[in-house]
């Protein structure tokens, strides 16, 4: 039978998105995504399904939370408490999501600071990572600019979060 070879070849492909997981953890996917033929007690799980376990090893998607931040009035010249953004890898893969730049962008993004950074170049599934941003007005008027977060989520290569922020004159 060539199933052996088949499996072992998958294994590998499996081995290279996934270098930190068990020969549990590997199981786990090839089971999970197989395609069932038939009983299970005769034969077994079913037939590999080498697409579908690939998609699932490699799942990455990233959660931004809030999706805006108000800082409300403060003082020209002044700077508001920090607020803090978490960003998560919320998919089950273990080939991890890649941070790939966390910067501030938009006409008014030099009313903003990038204050704290806890993001590791790699999220792995279910870790999160935060980014503290304080608003520091040098003029009045409502302010506005994004946290914009660059990654390999297949979906979203960047996602941004509205900053927002009204500069007062005492």
Not at 28 to 50: C, F, R, V
Not at 55 to 73: D, E, V, W
Not at 137 to 158: C, F, N, Q, R, Y
């Given at each position: 039978?060539?199933?052996?070879?088949?499996?072992?070849?998958?294994?590998?492909?499996?081995?290279?998105?996934?270098?930190?997981?068990?020969?549990?953890?590997?199981?786990?996917?090839?089971?999970?995504?197989?395609?069932?033929?038939?009983?299970?007690?005769?034969?077994?799980?079913?037939?590999?399904?080498?697409?579908?376990?690939?998609?699932?090893?490699?799942?990455?998607?990233?959660?931004?939370?809030?999706?805006?931040?108000?800082?409300?009035?403060?003082?020209?010249?002044?700077?508001?408490?920090?607020?803090?953004?978490?960003?998560?890898?919320?998919?089950?893969?273990?080939?991890?999501?890649?941070i790939d730049s966390v910067t501030?962008?938009?006409a008014d993004s030099g009313e903003?600071?990038?204050?704290?950074?806890?993001?590791?170049?790699?999220?792995?599934?279910?870790?999160?990572?935060?980014?503290?941003?304080?608003?520091?007005?040098?003029?009045?008027?409502?302010?506005?600019?994004?946290?914009?977060i660059g990654s390999d989520d297949?979906?979203?290569?960047?996602?941004?979060?509205?900053?927002?922020?009204?500069?007062?004159?005492?």
């Amino acid at each position: 039978s060539m199933a052996a070879a088949h499996i072992t070849g998958a294994l590998g492909m499996l081995r290279a998105l996934c270098p930190d997981a068990t020969p549990d953890d590997l199981r786990a996917i090839l089971k999970e995504t197989a395609t069932p033929s038939g009983d299970p007690g005769e034969y077994g799980a079913g037939l590999l399904n080498l697409e579908a376990a690939l998609l699932k090893a490699s799942a990455r998607n990233i959660s931004l939370h809030p999706a805006s931040r108000y800082f409300g009035a403060v003082s020209v010249d002044a700077s508001s408490d920090i607020q803090t953004i978490t960003i998560t890898n919320t998919e089950t893969g273990c080939a991890g999501l890649k941070i790939d730049s966390v910067t501030l962008t938009g006409a008014d993004s030099g009313e903003f600071e990038i204050q704290s950074n806890t993001c590791p170049d790699r999220l792995e599934a279910g870790e999160n990572c935060t980014v503290g941003i304080l608003f520091s007005p040098s003029s009045a008027g409502e302010k506005s600019a994004s946290l914009s977060i660059g990654s390999d989520d297949p979906d979203t290569s960047v996602s941004d979060i509205m900053l927002t922020g009204n500069g007062t004159r005492n």
